[in-house]
């Protein structure tokens, strides 16, 4: 099975641009999560979409913003771009099927889309 | 905000020889997983224990959970020069609802001298 990708892999912006970034998950994973990874804050979640809904937010702005597709492929986008939104940003899938509490699966990460911002 | 914390912040250590970096938490949760990531690439997933479960093994990897101290610990043995890298826990929110917030440590950097 392919594993879950991302692009573009890498990515330079300039400050108050707007940015779209994609993942496809694996095969028959219906939950994708986004997480930013900086120096400074280290790896943050910022959504998780399961079924086209967003069922888990993070702390972070309205300019970040996501959403998934009926093939459970996801997009997120940020908008007004800070310099401060330079970072790795991170997707990952897993075969979560429904809520069941104690039943988190594995979750398979891409290799990540490298945002500079100038 | 990060939820663990992980020591030592780095650790060098000579091939063959075993490798223990912790983590520690500050909530309930429902499962913690350790990850690997190679130079600023994807994370790779190694082992994920239940938080019923207090140890967990796979291949040269040993994984230790104390609920009652918030805190696990991951064994390498034997390690090789392909061990070096960042190495993260990452716990979630402890919900009846499925979660698949994972909230990570701040990481430990392993470097394998051959």
């Known amino acids: 099975k392919a594993g879950v990708t991302q692009t573009p892999r890498y990515l330079i912006k300039t400050r108050g641009q707007q940015v779209t970034l994609s993942c496809s998950p694996i095969s028959g994973h219906r939950s994708v999560s986004w997480y930013q990874q900086t120096p400074g804050q280290g790896l943050q979640f910022l959504f998780e979409?399961?079924?086209?809904?967003?069922?888990n937010k993070g702390n972070f702005p309205g300019r970040f913003s996501g959403r998934q597709f009926s093939n459970s492929r996801s997009e997120m986008n940020v908008s007004t771009l800070e310099l401060g939104d330079s970072a790795l940003y991170l997707c990952a899938s897993s075969l979560r099927q429904g809520s069941i509490w104690w039943d988190t699966d594995t979750q398979y990460f891409g290799p990540g889309t490298r945002l500079t911002v100038l | 905000s990060q939820q663990g914390e992980e020591d030592p912040q780095a650790l060098s250590i000579q091939e063959g020889e075993n490798a223990t970096m912790n983590c520690s938490y500050k909530?309930?949760?429902?499962?913690l997983q350790w990850y690997r990531q190679n130079s600023g690439r994807g994370l790779v997933h190694l082992i994920l224990?239940?938080?019923?479960?207090r140890e967990k093994h796979s291949g040269r990897l040993r994984v230790t959970l104390d609920t009652s101290k918030k805190s696990s610990s991951l064994l390498i043995t034997a390690s090789r020069a392909a061990d070096t890298a960042s190495y993260f826990c990452?716990?979630?929110?402890?919900?009846?609802?499925?979660?698949?917030?994972?909230?990570f440590g701040t990481g430990t950097r392993l470097t394998i001298i051959p």
């Open positions: 990452a716990t979630d929110d402890g919900s009846n609802f499925g979660n698949e917030k994972l909230t």
């Open positions: 224990i239940r938080s019923n479960e």
């Open positions: 909530t309930s949760i429902n499962n």
């Open positions: 979409y399961f079924s086209e809904t967003q069922r």
